[in-house]
């Protein structure tokens, strides 16, 4: 079955600065990939998603690249604010599996002013 | 505005005794969804339905069971709880097909002593 790495597993950074964060699948079968945010003592919403079918996807000031060939796929957040400290999560769907998802273990990300 | 919302956001069982967690969401979607939450494992699939009556084991459906009697509703089932079922356990729900989000409920803090 699909496995999901996702790194690292914690991430600080000053306010205004980038913050990158990579998952990598085993599964080549997955065509779809979310990335969820879950504030603390909130619960998961989807902040951005991209299919396998294009190579990178940008809402305002963040961004997911894919790699297919190389099954990882990374979420970038510009010009990072306090708001944007929280836990993300990233997923992949085989598609064989309609709308199952197989979650990383998280990131948190901490982002100082 | 997807509701998806859950019976208790705190419980505290006994080991050995049977838990119902119930979960209920209001956009009539067909995809219902359990997961565990703990700290540096991500979101975990428990159990999943994609129509009433039917249920598909997720990747740790061990010691779980559940229930789809009515569309909107989908219950987890403990049938004897044990100490390593201290968890967040959340409930997801979704529309038919692989691309579309899974909207969470607010999360159950389940601990058995």
């Known amino acids: 079955g699909e496995n999901v790495e996702q790194h690292p597993s914690t991430l600080s950074v000053q306010e205004g600065d980038s913050a990158v964060i990579k998952c990598t699948y085993s599964?080549?079968?997955?065509?779809?990939f979310p990335w969820y945010k879950q504030e603390l003592g909130k619960r998961p919403q989807l902040i951005i998603d991209?299919?396998?079918?294009?190579g990178e996807k940008k809402d305002q000031r963040i961004a997911v690249t894919l790699n297919k060939t190389a099954k990882h796929f990374s979420l970038h957040i510009t010009e990072t604010q306090p708001e944007d400290s929280a836990v993300y999560f990233c997923?992949?769907?085989?598609?064989?599996?309609?709308?199952?998802?197989?979650f990383g273990a998280g990131t948190i990300l901490r982002v100082k002013s | 505005d997807v509701k998806v919302t859950q019976s208790s956001r705190y419980l505290v069982k006994r080991t050995g005794e049977k838990v119902f967690l119930e979960c209920v969401q209001d956009?009539?979607?067909?995809?219902m969804f359990w997961y565990r939450q703990d700290p540096g494992l991500g979101l975990r699939l428990i159990y999943f339905?994609?129509?009433?009556?039917?249920?598909e084991k997720g990747d740790i459906p061990e010691g779980y069971s559940v229930s789809r009697e009515k569309k909107e509703r989908f219950s987890l089932i403990l049938e004897s709880a044990s100490t390593n079922q201290t968890s967040m356990y959340l409930c997801?729900?979704?529309?038919?097909?692989?691309?579309?989000?899974?909207?969470f409920g607010p999360g159950t803090r389940l601990t058995v002593t």
């Open positions: 991209i299919r396998s079918n294009v």
């Open positions: 599964d080549s079968a997955s065509n779809y």
């Open positions: 956009m009539d979607h067909e995809n």
């Open positions: 339905s994609y129509d009433v009556k039917m249920k």
């Open positions: 997801a729900s979704s529309t038919t097909g692989q691309f579309y989000e899974q909207y």
């Open positions: 997923a992949a769907s085989p598609s064989e599996y309609g709308n199952k998802l197989v």
